[in-house]
């Protein structure tokens, strides 16, 4: 009986040799977990801030390059902060006028003044709009500034995009 | 009885194996995952460095509007200038002096010289054509330990003999 008793279980070292190897295991699994955790937070608000880029970038420069002329007095140039306007001649009849304005969270377009929705996402905010119009005696160009910013605390991004877009329909 | 019994369970040395088997192929999968991750994250260097690119051709045709003998002639074929915008003028402008995008990215123009043919088709070795330029960009930024490149290349012509 005493002998059995002795022989059955496991000595105090083997025990604490599995203790540690199982504790060092659970950590590296436990780590990976946290790991994946937070990069899927980081992955969406990557995500969200490319594709509120993307969007905004791609509509202005199409909009800019389909234009005839700016309209001056509806449009705000050389302002850094989110008061920016553009307000573009189309080259076609509906709409006529295409203005994109940025508002304290989002890049807002008007088509012949009817509000037609934002272009960035809700997750997404507008953080500066910054516009130049560029004149020349046989074009006119707009250069374009967007930072765009996602996400809260440690998973906070921003980022910021250039373009240069030359109205065809001016030359 | 007794044979069968300490015959059932593992070895410390079977344990230890398996261990360290498991954990290394965790820890692979880990590193594999974090280079998933790393890809991830810098599309978006990626993605502004392709307006950027974008952005270079089209100040190069806006100098080009502004006046072909004043911006495009003067430059020297096959050097690098930096495009900047000078914010008081409202246009592009070339520069020799170097100069970085939010710190990251530095974006480069050349220009090299057209050649055609009889038919008038730009080709690689001809007749020279001054009044045509091959217009290179590169948007060069450092991504870890590699440096990486977006190149956009088009021709420029005098189009408004200006």
Same mark, same amino acid.
């Given at each position: 009986?005493?002998?059995?008793?002795?022989?059955?279980?496991?000595?105090?070292?083997?025990?604490?040799?599995?203790?540690?190897?199982?504790?060092?295991?659970?950590?590296?699994?436990? #780590?990976?977990?946290?790991?994946?955790?937070?990069?899927?937070? #980081?992955?969406?608000?990557?995500?969200?801030?490319?594709?509120?880029?993307?969007?905004?970038?791609?509509?202005?420069?199409?909009?800019?390059?389909?234009?005839?002329?700016?309209?001056?007095?509806?449009?705000?140039?050389?302002?850094?902060?989110?008061?920016?306007?553009?307000?573009?001649?189309?080259?076609?009849?509906?709409?006529?006028?295409?203005?994109?304005?940025?508002?304290?969270?989002?890049?807002?377009?008007?088509?012949?003044?009817?509000?037609?929705?934002?272009?960035?996402?809700?997750?997404?905010?507008?953080?500066?709009?910054?516009?130049?119009?560029?004149?020349?005696?046989?074009?006119?160009?707009?250069?374009?500034?967007?930072?765009?910013?996602?996400?809260?605390?440690?998973?906070?991004?921003?980022?910021?995009?250039?373009?240069?877009?030359?109205?065809?329909?001016?030359? | 009885?007794?044979?069968?019994?300490?015959?059932?369970?593992?070895?410390?040395?079977?344990?230890?194996?398996?261990?360290?088997?498991?954990?290394?192929?965790?820890?692979?999968?880990?590193?594999?995952?974090?280079?998933?991750?790393?890809?991830?994250?810098?599309? &978006?260097?990626?993605?502004?460095?392709?307006?950027?690119?974008?952005?270079?051709?089209?100040?190069?045709?806006?100098?080009?509007?502004?006046?072909?003998?004043?911006?495009?002639?003067?430059?020297?074929?096959? &050097?690098?200038?930096?495009?900047?915008?000078?914010?008081?003028?409202?246009?592009?402008?070339?520069?020799?002096?170097?100069?970085?995008?939010?710190?990251?990215? &530095?974006? &480069?123009?050349?220009?090299?010289?057209?050649?055609?043919?009889?038919?008038?088709?730009?080709?690689?070795?001809?007749?020279?054509?001054?009044?045509?330029?091959?217009?290179?960009?590169?948007?060069?930024?450092?991504?870890?330990?590699?440096?990486?490149?977006?190149?956009?290349?088009?021709?420029?012509?005098?189009?408004?003999?200006?």
């Amino acid at each position: 009986m005493q002998s059995r008793s002795t022989t059955k279980g496991f000595s105090l070292i083997e025990m604490l040799v599995y203790v540690a190897l199982l504790s060092i295991l659970l950590l590296v699994v436990i #780590n990976s977990v946290i790991l994946i955790i937070n990069s899927y937070r #980081n992955i969406k608000t990557t995500e969200v801030l490319e594709n509120a880029g993307l969007t905004a970038m791609d509509r202005l420069e199409a909009e800019i390059r389909n234009a005839k002329s700016i309209d001056a007095t509806n449009s705000v140039f050389n302002s850094s902060g989110t008061s920016s306007i553009l307000t573009l001649n189309t080259s076609t009849t509906t709409p006529a006028k295409v203005k994109f304005y940025a508002t304290s969270t989002t890049l807002a377009v008007d088509e012949d003044g009817v509000y037609s929705g934002p272009l960035i996402s809700s997750n997404a905010r507008l953080k500066t709009l910054s516009l130049w119009l560029i004149s020349t005696s046989t074009s006119q160009a707009v250069k374009i500034e967007l930072e765009v910013e996602s996400g809260v605390g440690p998973s906070y991004k921003s980022a910021k995009f250039y373009d240069t877009a030359i109205l065809r329909g001016s030359y | 009885m007794k044979k069968g019994f300490y015959k059932k369970g593992f070895s410390l040395i079977e344990v230890i194996v398996a261990s360290s088997i498991i954990a290394v192929s965790v820890i692979s999968i880990l590193a594999v995952y974090t280079t998933f991750l790393r890809n991830t994250f810098d599309n &978006t260097a990626s993605l502004q460095a392709s307006y950027l690119a974008e952005e270079g051709i089209e100040a190069a045709k806006s100098m080009r509007d502004f006046g072909w003998n004043q911006n495009i002639n003067p430059l020297t074929v096959g &050097t690098n200038y930096y495009p900047y915008f000078n914010t008081g003028a409202n246009k592009w402008q070339a520069t020799s002096s170097s100069s970085t995008i939010d710190a990251t990215f &530095t974006r &480069t123009f050349k220009v090299d010289n057209a050649y055609r043919d009889a038919s008038d088709n730009l080709v690689t070795s001809g007749t020279l054509d001054s009044n045509s330029r091959l217009l290179t960009v590169n948007v060069t930024w450092v991504q870890g330990t590699s440096t990486k490149t977006k190149t956009l290349q088009t021709y420029l012509t005098n189009l408004y003999n200006n």
